[in-house]
């Protein structure tokens, strides 16, 4: 495991949640700088990505005024504060790394990724 997600859990919807990520072990020099999700039976999809000085940030539309992605780069660690959850936000939670520049949305430019973490919102 090269980065390491945390905070999700069981949620009622219009709750609120935060999740975190940061690099594991030896892999301290990873910078986690995107979310992305997968509902069961569905592919991986964009939720949010942000540039490495956080100062610019992309959202998928779904999300779009109810989730914040943020940094702390003196922890190297990527949040996703998310908030007003819906049950069709029920997935696992991935965060992942790239190497280049910008806010990437396509997960095939992410070279390096998180284990995951569930997020269930109930009705």
């Known amino acids: 495991v090269q980065l390491q997600a945390s905070g999700g859990g069981l949620v009622q919807a219009g709750g609120s949640l935060r999740l975190s990520c940061a690099p594991s072990?030896?892999?301290?020099?990873?910078?986690?700088k995107g979310w992305f999700r997968q509902a069961p039976g569905k592919e991986r999809e964009f939720v949010a990505a942000?540039?490495?000085?956080?100062?610019?940030?992309s959202y998928a539309d779904s999300v779009k005024g109810r989730f914040t992605i943020s940094r702390d780069n003196a922890k190297n660690t990527v949040y996703l504060q998310m908030n007003s959850l819906k049950p069709e936000d029920t997935a696992v939670y991935y965060c992942?790394?790239?190497?280049?520049?910008?806010?990437?949305?396509?997960?095939?430019?992410?070279?390096?990724w998180g284990q995951g973490t569930l997020v269930t919102v109930s009705s």
């Open positions: 992942a790394a790239h190497t280049g520049v910008g806010v990437p949305s396509a997960p095939s430019v992410y070279n390096y």
């Open positions: 942000i540039n490495w000085s956080g100062d610019v940030t």
């Open positions: 072990g030896r892999t301290v020099s990873i910078n986690p």
